[in-house]
């Protein structure tokens, strides 16, 4: 049947103009399937275009091929089972590159006697995903360092909290201000400040595993996340720290140097909830900052 049906629209629509026109214009992907095998027995131009296939890739092909997670295809076949067609459900396909193309996808079945096809179409929607995912990037990601913004912190903080929890384990909260920001500002300039904040985190991000966050908090005030770090290890890190940022950061304008305070709190000792522990970490870096600076602090 698979083989009649392909010849069946391919003729069709190579000999009736109007729908080569509507082959060749219509801005969404179609593509007619035998029932019985799930076989490509017709695509429109539209398809193989985003896919980056030719009708030789598709037609006869197992659509199965085209889905970058099975499980989609599968609640996509479930739901239509359920509810005899598919509307707007989104998906997503797999290029001949490699590449992944976002979705839209409808199912039906074909309304043709004495043969079983369904008709898949789908709208792509990748620009829209890819806006939304800048846009979740921005939001969770500071634009000048890079580091994960509060708000990325608070849901990485809360779910080390919950796994400490579980395995009755430590977690450490650095928080990490820079002493002498604001000279650098006053004296080499904004970009050179920037700079600073750029390649501090830079540096942050060297004292630590790749498991751990450092986030920025806002200014020149930054954040780490240590799992599974006792006080030793974590004032190790905390030191560590401090001996990055006490490095000269060189520019074409000049050199900028400053010093980091550093104040660390621990659950469950110190705090048990975000705002307990950011509160004990910082008044931890205060008491530094106000006896000695360029040292780490614990609460």
Same mark, same amino acid.
């Given at each position: 049947? $698979?083989?009649? &049906?392909?010849?069946?629209?391919?003729?069709?629509?190579?000999?009736?103009?109007?729908?080569?026109?509507?082959?060749?214009?219509? @801005?969404?992907?179609?593509?007619? !399937?035998?029932?019985?095998?799930?076989?490509?027995?017709?695509?429109?131009?539209?398809?193989?275009? +985003?896919? /980056?296939?030719?009708?030789?890739?598709?037609?006869?092909?197992?659509?199965?091929?085209?889905?970058?997670?099975?499980?989609?295809?599968?609640?996509?076949?479930?739901?239509?089972? =359920?509810?005899?067609?598919?509307?707007?459900?989104?998906?997503?396909?797999?290029?001949?590159?490699?590449?992944?193309?976002?979705?839209?996808?409808?199912?039906?079945?074909? @309304?043709?006697?004495? %043969?079983?096809?369904?008709?898949?179409?789908?709208?792509?929607? +990748? @620009?829209?995903?890819?806006?939304?995912?800048?846009?979740?990037?921005? #939001?969770? *990601?500071? @634009?000048?360092?890079?580091?994960?913004?509060?708000?990325?912190?608070?849901?990485?903080?809360?779910?080390?909290?919950?796994?400490?929890?579980?395995?009755? $384990?430590?977690?450490?909260?650095?928080?990490?201000?820079?002493?002498?920001?604001?000279?650098?500002?006053?004296?080499? /300039? *904004?970009?050179?400040?920037?700079? =600073?904040?750029?390649?501090?985190?830079?540096?942050?991000?060297?004292?630590?595993? %790749?498991?751990?966050?450092?986030?920025?908090?806002?200014?020149?005030?930054?954040?780490?996340?240590?799992?599974?770090?006792?006080?030793?290890?974590?004032? +190790?890190?905390?030191?560590? =720290?401090?001996?990055?940022?006490?490095?000269?950061?060189?520019?074409?304008?000049?050199?900028? +140097?400053?010093?980091?305070? =550093?104040?660390?709190?621990?659950?469950?000792?110190?705090?048990? $909830?975000?705002?307990?522990?950011? &509160? #004990?970490?910082?008044?931890?870096?205060?008491?530094?900052?106000?006896?000695?600076?360029? #040292?780490?602090? !614990?609460?």
């Amino acid at each position: 049947m $698979t083989e009649f &049906n392909i010849t069946s629209f391919e003729n069709l629509f190579r000999d009736d103009e109007r729908l080569k026109i509507f082959n060749d214009t219509v @801005p969404a992907g179609i593509l007619v !399937l035998s029932l019985e095998d799930g076989k490509v027995v017709f695509s429109n131009q539209f398809f193989r275009d +985003t896919l /980056g296939g030719d009708g030789d890739q598709v037609l006869g092909a197992s659509w199965e091929d085209f889905f970058v997670n099975p499980d989609e295809r599968q609640e996509l076949m479930v739901k239509f089972a =359920v509810e005899d067609e598919v509307r707007n459900f989104e998906l997503r396909l797999r290029r001949t590159d490699g590449g992944v193309v976002w979705g839209l996808a409808s199912l039906s079945s074909i @309304p043709i006697k004495d %043969e079983e096809l369904l008709l898949f179409a789908f709208v792509d929607i +990748t @620009p829209l995903k890819e806006a939304e995912e800048e846009i979740r990037n921005l #939001a969770n *990601h500071d @634009p000048l360092t890079a580091l994960p913004t509060r708000r990325l912190f608070s849901d990485n903080l809360n779910r080390a909290l919950a796994r400490a929890s579980r395995s009755e $384990t430590e977690v450490a909260l650095l928080f990490v201000d820079l002493d002498g920001f604001k000279a650098v500002n006053d004296t080499l /300039g *904004h970009d050179v400040g920037d700079g =600073v904040l750029t390649q501090s985190a830079k540096r942050l991000l060297e004292c630590v595993r %790749e498991t751990d966050t450092v986030a920025r908090l806002g200014g020149d005030e930054f954040v780490i996340i240590l799992e599974r770090q006792d006080v030793s290890r974590a004032q +190790t890190v905390g030191e560590r =720290v401090v001996n990055n940022l006490s490095k000269p950061f060189v520019f074409q304008e000049g050199t900028a +140097t400053i010093g980091a305070s =550093v104040g660390i709190a621990f659950y469950p000792q110190n705090g048990r $909830t975000e705002n307990e522990l950011i &509160n #004990a970490a910082d008044k931890a870096m205060y008491e530094v900052k106000k006896a000695t600076k360029g #040292a780490v602090g !614990l609460a």
